[in-house]
Antibody
Framework: EVQLVESGGGLVQPGGSLRLSCAAS????????MSWVRQAPGKGLEWVSG????????YYADSVKGRFSISRDNSKNTLYLQMNSLRAEDTAVYSC?????????????????WGQGTMVTVSS | DIQMTQSPSTLSTSVGDRVTITCRAS??????LAWYQHKPRKAPKLLIY???TLESGVPSRFSGSGSGTEFTLTISSLQPDDFATYFC????????????FGQGTILEIK
């Protein structure tokens, strides 16, 4: 079964750290660019970070640059998001997603697989 | 960054209705637009990409249209399983883009 399963969310104090994991199955993880997306309570979706299939290229939204770090372990089919210096405004459901890729045209596409998400609450 | 404005935010509808949801981009995104369906406690599901291409396995009652800055998602005859939240996303053939999303449209039973 093709799926992404996030874990690692929870309650953390402002200034604290948390590492999220995203376990992939049912598709070739190594070849797949991946992203993290979040949705704060009552707000819309916000793209957080992305990483290339090999892990050599990483990208971040301005709101998390310098505080969050994305990585992957292709031997474990797992994506990670290390979150440091957490703030109240980082409170959200965090979801991982696979970036689609059209091999015929060599172009990236929409997010074709998503996880259900894991809740992160930053509060004292 | 490109802003996506989706409307309406909520739509009260009935089974069998024809439903149209609109998404507007703050600048020309050609046809780099996707639509997703999201149900509570489930993973979002890709319905349409490149503005009008139906993802494999998605029922043909779903269709997408538009280009440039204005796009629509149409459900031709609403089914009970279609009551959910729908959102649009702008992306690009390159990776990554600063992806952005519409605020979502909740389809509720009238």
């Amino acid at each position: 079964e093709v799926q992404l399963v996030e874990s690692g969310g929870g309650l953390v104090q402002p200034g604290g750290s948390l590492r999220l994991s995203c376990a992939a199955s049912g598709f070739t993880f190594t070849n797949s660019a991946m992203s993290w997306v979040r949705q704060a309570p009552g707000k819309g979706l916000e793209w957080v970070s992305g990483i290339s299939g090999g892990g050599g290229r990483t990208y971040y939204a301005d709101s998390v640059k310098g505080r969050f770090s994305i990585s992957r372990d292709n031997s474990k089919n797992t994506l990670y998001l290390q979150m440091n210096s957490l703030r109240a405004e980082d409170t959200a459901v965090y979801s991982c997603a696979k970036v689609g890729y059209d091999v015929l045209t060599g172009s990236y596409e929409a997010f074709d697989i998503w996880g259900q998400g894991t809740m992160v609450t930053v509060s004292s | 960054d490109i802003q996506m404005t989706q409307s309406p935010s909520t739509l009260s509808t009935s089974v069998g209705d024809r439903v149209t949801i609109t998404c507007r981009a703050s600048q020309n995104i050609v046809n780099w637009l996707a639509w997703y369906q999201h149900k509570p406690r489930k993973a979002p599901k890709l319905l349409i990409y490149k503005a009008s291409t139906l993802e494999s396995g998605v029922p043909s009652r779903f269709s997408g249209s538009g280009s440039g800055t204005e796009f629509t998602l149409t459900i031709s005859s609403l089914q009970p399983d279609d009551f959910a939240t729908y959102f649009c996303q702008q992306y690009n053939s390159h990776f990554p883009v600063p992806y952005s999303f519409g605020q979502g449209t909740i389809l509720e039973i009238k």
